[in-house]
């Protein structure tokens, strides 16, 4: 039994032969599927200039999704802090949280959404990499922001994502929850959360410590289909490896014909080892150690498999198994 809430990131992946519309169309149904599941909470990652991964603003599929749904808290995860002004972020996400109370998660990132520089220059307007201070300060100001300017009932709830230490100390400064992204550097997790616990300073946000842990989740009724179905992002992955970011997320057939080499396939066989593909029992064995070994408060999953149909299956199984509700 999963001690702890489930919850689901949305990456909307473009499958290949597929339109960016046809990806946008499904975001809505996975919402609503979700919704009627019982899962905890959908967030919405920001990407740009990617063939893998749809451009749509987490803003405005959290707005379509909440006007969807009923019962989903709906949020970003994250909104990237550095491509954004702040008293625009804290209106965005307060107008939302205003109209949709008790609903709206404020997940803040540091990325720039895309491995491509001019890209990034030109969601920055010609400014380079942030500087941690900068960051900081972008934080604190959207913060200040949705209090003192927006001042609408009730506020989001914010979060700040992280994948590296320094992401926990800032979330554990500012007293914030932190939603660790174990789905991309499992190996910074423990200590990174280790770091957060000892120094947490409560908040106006958050009175102690508290914690959500992402982690790559692909459920079916076999672990070969479950590898199968893993596929395609193992080969998003091998061109990251290589320092390729312009791989299409291909289909399941073509990724099981991809050539793998020795180096690549180790580092995905040692990633897939800290995440949670393979039958329902394996998936519910591996996030109930990942919560425990974590102290996590919730789960978030992320499935980036190349049909609707699959993942839903995924979350639809793991709901099954599970036997009582994940809110």
């Given at each position: ?106 997940g803040i990132g540091r990325g720039p ?113 479950a590898a199968r179905l893993a596929g395609p992002m193992d080969v998003v ?91």
């Amino acid at each position: 039994m999963i001690p702890v809430p489930l919850g689901a990131l949305e990456v909307a992946m473009v499958q290949a032969g597929t339109r960016a519309a046809d990806t946008l169309r499904d975001t809505t149904e996975f919402a609503r599927r979700l919704d009627g599941l019982g899962y905890r909470r959908l967030w919405y990652a920001e990407h740009h200039h990617s063939p893998a991964i749809g451009a749509f603003p987490p803003v405005v599929l959290t707005a379509h999704a909440a006007a969807s749904t009923s019962s989903l808290r709906l949020g970003s995860g994250g909104v990237l802090a550095p491509n954004h002004a702040p008293l625009m972020l804290a209106e965005q996400f307060g107008t939302l949280a205003a109209l949709h109370a008790g609903r709206i998660d404020l997940g803040i990132g540091r990325g720039p959404g895309t491995f491509d520089e001019p890209t990034a220059r030109a969601l920055r307007r010609g400014a380079g990499p942030t500087t941690d201070d900068e960051y900081r300060h972008d934080v604190s100001e959207t913060l200040r922001f949705l209090v003192e300017e927006v001042a609408l009932d009730p506020l989001p709830e914010p979060w700040l994502l992280s994948s590296s230490p320094a992401g926990a100390a800032l979330a554990a400064e500012l007293g914030l929850p932190i939603a660790f992204a174990h789905h991309i550097r499992p190996d910074h997790t423990l200590t990174a959360l280790g770091h957060y616990r000892a120094h947490f300073s409560p908040s106006r946000w958050c009175g102690r410590p508290r914690v959500l842990v992402c982690v790559e989740t692909v459920c079916a009724g076999t672990p070969e289909e479950a590898a199968r179905l893993a596929g395609p992002m193992d080969v998003v992955k091998a061109g990251l490896l290589q320092g390729k970011s312009d791989i299409p997320f291909p289909t399941p057939e073509r990724a099981a014909a991809h050539p793998f080499t020795a180096e690549e396939a180790r580092a995905l066989a040692g990633f897939r080892a800290q995440q949670a593909h393979g039958t329902p029992d394996t998936v519910t064995a591996r996030l109930t150690a990942l919560a425990e070994a974590t102290g996590a408060d919730e789960l978030m999953l992320v499935t980036p498999v190349h049909a609707l149909a699959d993942r839903l299956r995924s979350y639809e199984l793991l709901r099954q198994h599970v036997g009582t509700p994940v809110l």
